[in-house]
């Protein structure tokens, strides 16, 4: 059934991929009337992770921001079909990164980096920076339960030369990579819940006492890996830029989970200054921490 699935859909994802920008966009606000209006998929989610993290706004601007967001998602989420067929130079043009200085100066110095990222504008096209670096890229990413769309999956966001390794299989890709002296860049998105078996550390994230992923800062300091966090924004529809900030040089200079916090502070000073870009279909909030 699954395989059933992958070949009737592949041929439509396909279709979509090679749409002209122009029709492309058109589908896509379709699709946005579809999902919002008739579906309303996770409406009530979004709704309340907005009012929850946003009281400071009326109902109005709250709602002005859920449309906005919902028409951004559905640009996104079409934008990881569209990798399928973009050309490097279109791709070039459309995704662009503002300092990649800082990132050669940790390759000339030999030192490997975590590259954390968060759920905000297009955190897929992120895979492209791999070509602009001197490091083996190596994305963490959660495996599809249909192994054909994982594959499918594995294809696109490898299309950039990134490896990609499933969550449980990046402590042994990072302890390898040291013993054999391969330079590497790990990217991981830790801005989302953990899971309740996992919880070392809690803050407030957008006002709410929250448990939050450690993973990244034990990794690096386990590993002596610079953490970088990678900010990218929505400059138009279809097109984005990235700019690098610099968390920690040296990991094991910090006290446990300040650099954790330094990130999230990060995530959050972005989501303040455009909402609509950040995914409120999670349930971020979902084990609220009362103190």
């Given amino acids: 059934m699954q395989f059933i699935v992958y070949i009737l859909a592949y041929p439509l994802l396909w279709l979509i991929s090679i749409l002209p920008f122009r029709l492309f966009y058109l589908l896509s606000d379709c699709i946005y009337f579809l999902i919002y209006y008739v579906v309303g998929y996770r409406r009530k989610v979004v709704k309340a992770n907005l009012a929850l993290t946003l009281p400071h706004l009326s109902d109005e601007e709250r709602k002005k921001i859920e449309k906005k967001f919902y028409q951004h998602m559905c640009d996104m989420f079409l934008e990881m079909i569209k990798t399928m067929s973009i050309s490097a130079d279109e791709m070039e043009k459309r995704f662009k990164v503002t300092n990649l200085d800082l990132v050669h100066e ?7 980096v975590i590259l954390v990222a968060s759920h905000y504008a297009s955190y897929e096209w992120l895979l492209t920076i791999n070509r602009k670096i001197a490091f ?4 963490v990413y959660k495996k599809v339960a249909n192994p054909y769309f994982d594959k499918l999956v594995r294809k696109i966001r490898s299309k950039y030369d990134t490896e990609l390794v499933e969550t449980k299989k990046a402590i042994p890709t990072m302890a390898q990579n040291q013993r054999d002296g391969i330079l590497s860049m790990y990217g991981l998105a830790s801005d989302q819940s953990p899971k309740l078996d996992r919880i070392f550390h809690s803050m407030k994230f957008m006002g709410i006492e929250v448990p939050v992923h450690t993973g ?6 386990k590993y002596d890996l610079s953490v970088v966090f990678v900010k990218v924004n929505k400059i138009a529809r279809g097109y984005y830029e990235a700019t690098f900030v610099s968390l920690a040089d040296n990991p094991n200079d910090y006290e446990n989970f300040e650099i954790t916090e330094k990130y999230l502070k990060e995530v959050e000073k972005q989501i303040y200054e455009a909402p609509e870009y950040y995914l409120w279909t999670h349930k971020r909030w979902k084990h609220r921490i009362e103190k």
Avoid at 136 to 139: E, K, L, S, T, Y
Wanted: proline share 0%.
């Fill in 136 to 139: 083996q890229g190596v994305a």
């Fill in 216 to 221: 990244a800062e034990m990794l690096a300091k």
């Fill in 106 to 112: 940790y390759a000339e110095r030999g030192k490997s």
